[in-house]
């Protein structure tokens, strides 16, 4: 089979997080999205707002077998333990593989093996504190970080004097995603949540993933509460368009936000109200640390830079 640098590779895999599998498209090879009637979780193909390229189509599960493709690139254990064996046909269990891992371990934040425990498959993960946290054992893994594109005309503006999250069923996800640290700061600073279900928690509710950057911008911080989990895609692309980002100081993002020049985030909630209440009172300096942010978003999570990793990793793997 050819390899060459310009030959566009055919890649199955599935739709998990809509928005990364998104950027991920913006990769100029074909995507091939598997999808069951009535598009459930996992297999949702094209359906949904955001603009998919012509690079992307749909497979029918059950015509997979039969469809020739490059590389496989699993994004879920579901997939990894049943699709994997069920639809795959006997030509394509010898195909290059790749596993995206989105999450830190949920089992254990230190000790859990992860499942994809074999030589001949690349285990990607999105953040170094991931790869860090995962017993991989012989899988070999890289880090890709996440790449986001820049909304076309959408800069902070921050002359709301209120915060906003963006986090989705937080009711239902509890202590992980900090449910009580958003009630508690909530309860002193003018906050507001969006995402799917935020109104079990008094929150707005869904905004489209197109008109989320325009409407986050009128808001004076982005508030992350959350404990244990990625880098959320939404902190990123509030960054890129100028909003200072106020969090836990946990997880990836303990690397990315410094404290004065891009947001605040730490450990301690109240210190967190302080620096809320004093960019609420302090407009210059919430656009101030909102720059910072936009520029550590453009100089790390470009699409790009995203896009030439992405590229380099499955000519890597199919060659």
């Given at each position: 089979?050819?390899?060459?640098?310009?030959?566009?590779?055919?890649?199955?895999?599935?739709?998990?997080?809509?928005?990364?599998?998104?950027?991920?498209?913006?990769?100029?090879h074909?995507?091939?999205?598997?999808?069951?009637?009535?598009?459930?979780?996992?297999?949702?193909?094209?359906?949904?707002?955001?603009?998919?390229?012509?690079?992307?189509?749909?497979?029918?599960?059950?015509?997979?077998?039969?469809?020739?493709?490059?590389?496989?690139?699993?994004?879920?254990?579901?997939?990894?333990?049943?699709?994997r064996?069920?639809?795959?046909?006997?030509?394509?269990?010898?195909?290059?593989?790749?596993?995206?891992?989105?999450?830190?371990?949920?089992?254990?934040?230190?000790?859990?093996?992860?499942?994809?425990?074999?030589?001949?498959t690349?285990?990607?993960?999105?953040t170094?504190?991931?790869?860090?946290?995962?017993?991989?054992?012989?899988?070999?893994?890289?880090?890709?970080?996440?790449?986001?594109?820049?909304?076309?005309?959408?800069?902070?503006?921050?002359?709301?004097?209120?915060?906003?999250?963006?986090?989705?069923?937080?009711?239902?996800?509890?202590?992980?995603?900090?449910?009580?640290?958003?009630?508690?700061?909530?309860a002193?600073?003018?906050?507001?949540?969006?995402?799917?279900?935020?109104?079990?928690?008094?929150?707005?509710?869904?905004?489209?993933?197109l008109?989320?950057?325009?409407?986050?911008?009128?808001?004076?911080?982005?508030?992350?509460?959350?404990?244990?989990t990625?880098?959320?895609?939404?902190?990123v692309?509030?960054?890129?368009?100028?909003?200072?980002?106020?969090g836990?100081a946990?997880?990836?993002?303990?690397?990315?936000?410094?404290?004065?020049?891009s947001?605040?985030?730490?450990?301690?909630v109240?210190?967190?109200i302080?620096?809320?209440?004093?960019?609420?009172?302090?407009?210059?300096?919430?656009?101030?640390?909102?720059?910072?942010?936009?520029?550590?978003?453009?100089e790390?999570?470009?699409?790009?830079?995203?896009?030439?990793?992405?590229?380099h990793?499955?000519?890597?793997?199919?060659?």
């Open positions: 089979m050819s390899n060459s640098p310009s030959r566009r590779l055919r890649v199955l895999t599935w739709h998990v997080h809509g928005n990364y599998l998104y950027y991920l498209t913006r990769a100029h074909d995507f091939y999205l598997v999808t069951k009637p009535g598009h459930p979780p996992g297999y949702a193909g094209t359906v949904g707002v955001l603009p998919w390229g012509n690079n992307v189509h749909e497979v029918p599960a059950e015509r997979v077998a039969s469809r020739e493709f490059d590389v496989i690139l699993f994004q879920h254990k579901t997939q990894w333990d049943d699709d064996i069920n639809l795959l046909s006997e030509a394509q269990h010898r195909l290059p593989r790749i596993y995206i891992e989105h999450d830190p371990p949920q089992e254990n934040a230190f000790e859990q093996r992860h499942w994809v425990d074999e030589a001949n690349l285990l990607i993960h999105v170094h504190f991931n790869q860090l946290m995962w017993d991989c054992g012989i899988t070999p893994t890289r880090v890709i970080e996440h790449g986001v594109i820049v909304p076309e005309g959408v800069l902070y503006t921050g002359e709301k004097a209120r915060g906003i999250a963006v986090i989705n069923h937080l009711r239902q996800r509890g202590r992980r995603l900090g449910d009580d640290v958003f009630a508690s700061v909530k002193q600073v003018p906050l507001d949540l969006v995402g799917m279900d935020a109104k079990a928690v008094g929150g707005i509710g869904e905004i489209g993933n008109d989320l950057a325009a409407f986050s911008a009128r808001y004076r911080f982005f508030f992350n509460p959350i404990r244990w990625s880098l959320g895609l939404a902190v692309e509030a960054m890129t368009i100028g909003m200072p980002i106020v836990l946990t997880t990836e993002l303990a690397t990315v936000i410094r404290n004065g020049e947001g605040y985030i730490n450990t301690n109240s210190a967190l302080d620096a809320m209440q004093e960019l609420l009172r302090d407009p210059d300096e919430a656009r101030k640390l909102g720059n910072g942010a936009r520029k550590v978003a453009m790390r999570f470009h699409i790009d830079r995203f896009v030439r990793d992405w590229n990793t499955l000519r890597y793997v199919t060659s």
